[in-house]
């Protein structure tokens, strides 16, 4: 009686485990930003289709970018849009396709914890060491009512290569051109000023720290630890509290060109927050693996109607209609 | 004639009685044992063949001024090692600095002078200290070292020691000091179960005969024990210092990650292999990654370089005894 049950509870184990190893396995790798909505979008389209299972690795932009173009994954993911030197070397089309974008906020450590007002302008002048005390005319300025004080300012900036130090940079070379001649944009730059922390919770602790520190991190991180942030003027002057909201409407009054790789920083929108960028997967525009393809196609188009509904919970911005829509046409002509 | 043959091996006389059959588990057992030691040497060749290979890019494109500029730069595709490898030397200076006389006589204390009853407890939590994670050291660091540092020791070395460069210009908590401290504890494991070790191995003859000369206990530690010891401690210092410079994760946490060179240990530093950690996820251009191979290649080189010196000096180390590295 009991060695019957056993052995049936063997076939049962059997089966399952045979099922699951007909389960086809895509993998991806990259962006560790958007890794907590991918992981969320891929856990429920395993109960969407039963038939694929999604594997994917935050391995950092720079390992994401590398592996698709070796084709060693199935699809990457970058936070920064590929360069032209890096595109040049896909062996096909390799096509930019965003997902979601976030916002990253310029936090500080202030007696009070005032809510400050801040302008491009100033802040590229704080991160190239050219205003040094809290109460510069140039802050002081934008923010009668607050008492601040006659104190240094201690610059805190991501130590470790990251899509956020590419949106903030990008930033700050749009606002300023001497930013941009001497320092530039990228995942990691040669900061004339201030100390580094290893990621969004090395410089969030290094602000806490300090008092007079100054520094950036995102959206979704600052909101969850209760960190200070502030508004930020943007192109048409208005200063904006960084809200998904705000994000959104940047996203969609930016200049998307053919192939995606756009920029949203300082968008034109009168709501939009100007220190936002975007995430993208990385797929071949010819798929090499038909069935897989067509999976991976599956999921996209997924991910696009119901996948971009989750965002707002986990605090990234959703793309607004006209780009899904854009994107999706895009997706379309995917062949396999 | 046949003494040589004796001499190599004591047991090579009985050995050659045997007949080859019997033999076959020392054979065996002599092969895998070299085996184990050649995949070693391998290992660490294949290592440094990889580095090689991974760097060669940036050794073709910057040549030998890799090691001297002090430039950083990812959005120029400019880099340079120097301030890395000064932030290494430094920080693992500062490290040895604090942990090596600590280490030392805490050994001393377990060894000569603790209650017997004590000494097993006392070198558990000592050991336990090597178990703690490295990321625990450094958010310790950051949360509770850091403002303590800055709010009274740096404030009061300042005030005191101000008139040497070494402890001037702006105190913002991170910098190559907290990192030189936050690297000292994590070695301090290290050299004080090495030392414990070594001071144990001295054998209490040499303190007998400094006590019959009527040394105080002071005297029978310094002339008998820690002079007969010499050059296991510094064996000991040497093994810390090692490990000092290839820490990682708590060093990136506390040092301030600025890749610059200045002579107050109050300004923010950055090491060899802090950098690695943080940039090589995103780095994107061959150049900036070929940069980061070399600087690993840089790193294993500055390891070797400083462990030579160390052999040399031990060798000039006069005093025998046990504790001998080779």
Do not use: C
Request: charged share 15%.
């Amino acid at each position: 009686m009991n060695k019957k049950r056993l052995l049936l509870l063997g076939l049962f184990g059997l089966s399952a485990a045979m099922a699951a190893s007909a389960q086809m396995l895509i993998n991806g790798a990259g962006a560790t930003f958007p890794q907590p909505i991918y992981t969320k979008w891929f856990d429920q389209y395993s109960k969407v289709d039963t038939s694929v299972r999604f594997n994917y690795q935050g391995i950092g932009s720079g390992g994401g970018q590398k592996q698709i173009l070796s084709e060693t994954v199935d699809f990457g993911a970058s936070d920064g849009p590929m360069s032209d030197d890096n595109l040049a070397k896909a062996p096909r089309t390799l096509w930019h396709i965003p997902t979601v974008a976030g916002a990253v906020v310029v936090s500080y450590n202030l007696p009070g914890n005032p809510k400050l007002k801040l302008d491009g302008p100033t802040l590229a002048g704080i991160y190239a060491g050219k205003i040094t005390k809290w109460n510069d005319p140039a802050i002081a300025g934008q923010n009668s009512g607050v008492a601040l004080p006659d104190q240094d300012i201690v610059v805190v900036h991501r130590s470790d290569g990251s899509g956020t130090t590419y949106i903030f940079t990008d930033y700050l070379s749009n606002i300023s051109s001497d930013w941009k001649a001497k320092v530039g944009k990228n995942t990691s730059v040669n900061w004339p000023a201030g100390l580094g922390g290893k990621g969004n919770a090395g410089v969030a602790g290094q602000i806490k720290q300090s008092p007079g520190a100054i520094g950036y991190v995102e959206l979704a991180y600052a909101k969850q630890n209760d960190l200070p942030y502030a508004d930020m003027k943007n192109a048409s002057g208005v200063y904006i509290t960084p809200s998904i909201e705000s994000v959104v409407e940047a996203l969609a009054t930016a200049t998307i060109p053919e192939d995606f790789r756009f920029s949203m920083v300082n968008a034109l929108g009168e709501k939009a927050y100007p220190i936002a960028g975007a995430t993208w997967l990385l797929v071949y525009q010819q798929q090499k693996d038909a069935a897989k393809g067509k999976k991976l196609v599956e999921f996209l188009k997924w991910a696009y109607v119901d996948g971009e509904k989750m965002a707002a919970t986990l605090d990234y911005a959703p793309l607004p209609e006209n780009v899904q829509d854009r994107v999706l046409k895009r997706i379309a002509q995917i062949t396999y | 004639m046949a003494a040589p043959s004796v001499s190599t091996s004591p047991h090579s006389a009985i050995r050659s009685t045997l007949p080859a059959g019997v033999r076959w588990p020392d054979i065996s057992f002599r092969w895998l044992a070299l085996l184990a030691a050649v995949t070693i040497l391998v290992l660490i060749a294949l290592v440094g063949w990889e580095l090689y290979q991974g760097s060669r890019l940036a050794i073709g494109h910057f040549g030998p001024r890799f090691l001297v500029n002090s430039t950083w730069n990812p959005v120029t595709d400019e880099y340079g090692a120097w301030p890395f490898i000064f932030g290494t030397l430094v920080s693992s200076l500062i490290a040895l600095v604090i942990a090596v006389p600590l280490g030392v006589a805490t050994a001393l204390y377990l060894t000569e002078l603790a209650p017997v009853r004590l000494r097993q407890p006392v070198v558990m939590i000592v050991e336990m200290l090597a178990a703690v994670p490295s990321v625990i050291f450094g958010l310790w660091g950051i949360f509770v070292l850091i403002p303590w540092l800055r709010d009274h020791l740096f404030v009061w070395l300042k005030e005191t020691l101000g008139f040497l460069p070494l402890f001037r210009g702006t105190i913002y908590g991170v910098s190559m000091l907290a990192a030189g401290i936050i690297v000292a504890i994590m070695i301090l494991p290290i050299i004080t179960s090495v030392s414990r070790e070594i001071l144990r191995s001295v054998p209490n003859l040499q303190r007998e005969a400094a006590y019959a000369l009527g040394a105080t206990h002071w005297e029978v530690m310094r002339i008998a024990v820690l002079s007969y010891a010499r050059r296991g401690l510094f064996g000991a210092a040497v093994l810390g210092l090692g490990r000092a410079l290839g820490e990682t994760m708590a060093v990136t946490m506390v040092i301030g990650n600025r890749p610059d060179i200045s002579a107050s240990l109050f300004a923010p530093g950055y090491t060899l292999a802090s950098v690695i950690a943080n940039e090589f996820t995103e780095a994107t251009t061959d150049l900036y990654l070929s940069s980061l191979f070399e600087l690993g290649l840089v790193l294993v080189a500055v390891t070797i370089v400083v462990n030579v010196v160390a052999q040399l000096m031990l060798r000039s180390l006069a005093g025998s005894g046990t504790g001998k590295v080779r």
